[in-house]
């Protein structure tokens, strides 16, 4: 499977690629929503992983773009800051999941 992680804090980006890397998936990554969008169009990723916060394109940008590449992938929205607004608006937006 291949699997697109996007998060800007360093230390959660390494922890979640080394743990998807062990799992035996291939991985790329990026630090924010445009970067990780252009990685998405040339990766094709079975599984993107994002968190919302970030800066330049946050994830909720980043999902709608990705969903208006007509993408089968799969979307999971992060977040350590959650609530209960951003999961609705994630899921409208048409993410598969939402973890905080």
Same mark, same amino acid.
Do not use: W
């Given at each position: 499977?291949?699997?697109?992680?996007?998060?800007?804090? *360093?230390?959660?980006?390494?922890?979640?690629? /080394? #743990?998807?890397?062990?799992?035996?998936?291939?991985?790329? #990554?990026? &630090? +924010?929503?445009? #970067?990780?969008? +252009?990685?998405?169009?040339?990766?094709? *990723? /079975? $599984?993107?992983?994002? /968190?919302?916060?970030? *800066?330049?394109?946050?994830?909720?940008?980043? $999902?709608?773009?990705?969903? $208006?590449? @007509?993408? /089968?992938?799969?979307?999971?929205?992060? #977040?350590?800051?959650?609530? &209960?607004?951003?999961?609705?608006?994630? $899921?409208?937006?048409?993410? @598969? @999941?939402?973890?905080?």
């Amino acid at each position: 499977m291949k699997v697109l992680i996007v998060e800007d804090d *360093p230390a959660s980006l390494k922890y979640l690629k /080394d #743990t998807v890397e062990m799992a035996g998936h291939e991985v790329k #990554t990026a &630090e +924010n929503g445009e #970067t990780g969008f +252009n990685v998405f169009k040339q990766f094709k *990723p /079975d $599984l993107v992983l994002s /968190d919302i916060q970030m *800066p330049v394109v946050d994830g909720l940008e980043l $999902l709608e773009a990705i969903r $208006l590449q @007509n993408s /089968d992938s799969i979307v999971v929205i992060m #977040t350590a800051f959650g609530s &209960e607004e951003y999961a609705m608006q994630a $899921l409208r937006l048409g993410a @598969n @999941n939402y973890l905080k």
